[in-house]
């Protein structure tokens, strides 16, 4: 050291000086580069987005009306079942009190005298009403002849042609039909003897019973048909 040159000491001096400015000025201004808290004036507001939700155009932001269906509408004007008249056509049948067929419960049967002709065995099957109201009859008996057991002989009687007439039969009145065959000693037919002829008012289910005393009749072979006519009025006597 004893040997530096006053030259070296002078600027070894300065470095030493200028250090040692730069830290007093350092710690002066330790606050130059700082910069002010700023003060904002009036209070802070929450933070809000500025965006609304999706709207359909032309919406108000009430709901929407629900659809509502219209009554179904004919031609002519609104339908309304609780008014709209009923022009539908029925067809109303008689009851068994208002009508003016004679039922089976209201009649009598019998099989009046036999009336012999020709070969033939005619008798006469006889309805009367025995009701208190005026009845009507038309067209062809039932008729069949059965054993002591319920048997029906021989097959149902024939109709013969004729014209169906309504007989009206007030309380008391009766009306006939024909019942006809061949005599069985002259036809040669098989014969049966019947205890019972049974018989049905037209247009009726339930059939009358009435005692037969007529005799043998054909039941089958040659000649055995047994033929009924259509009513007519009286008693056929």
Aim: a positive charge.
């Amino acid at each position: 050291m004893a040997n530096s040159s006053p030259a070296r000491r002078r600027g070894t001096l300065l470095v030493g000086t200028a250090a040692v400015l730069g830290l007093l000025t350092a710690c002066g201004n330790g606050d130059v580069g700082a910069a002010p808290a700023k003060t904002v004036s009036g209070s802070a507001a929450p933070a809000t987005e500025t965006s609304s939700p999706a709207e359909s155009t032309g919406s108000t932001g009430s709901p929407d009306p629900v659809d509502t269906p219209s009554p179904v509408t004919q031609s002519g004007g609104t339908s309304n079942p609780s008014s709209a008249p009923d022009t539908s056509t029925r067809t109303v049948k008689p009851d068994s009190a208002k009508s003016t067929r004679c039922h089976t419960s209201e009649l009598r049967a019998a099989v009046g005298r036999m009336d012999p002709g020709a070969g033939q065995e005619n008798f006469p099957v006889v309805l009367t009403n025995k009701s208190s109201r005026t009845c009507t009859l038309r067209g062809y008996p039932g008729a069949a002849f059965v054993n002591a057991s319920g048997t029906q002989l021989g097959p149902d009687p024939q109709r013969t042609s004729g014209s169906p007439v309504t007989v009206t039969l007030r309380p008391g009145q009766s009306a006939w039909a024909g019942l006809t065959f061949s005599n069985p000693q002259i036809s040669g037919a098989k014969t049966a003897k019947p205890t019972s002829l049974v018989v049905t008012p037209p247009d009726e289910r339930d059939p009358l019973k009435v005692t037969w005393t007529g005799g043998a009749v054909p039941v089958s072979g040659n000649a055995s048909s047994v033929r009924l006519t259509v009513f007519a009025p009286g008693s056929g006597a």
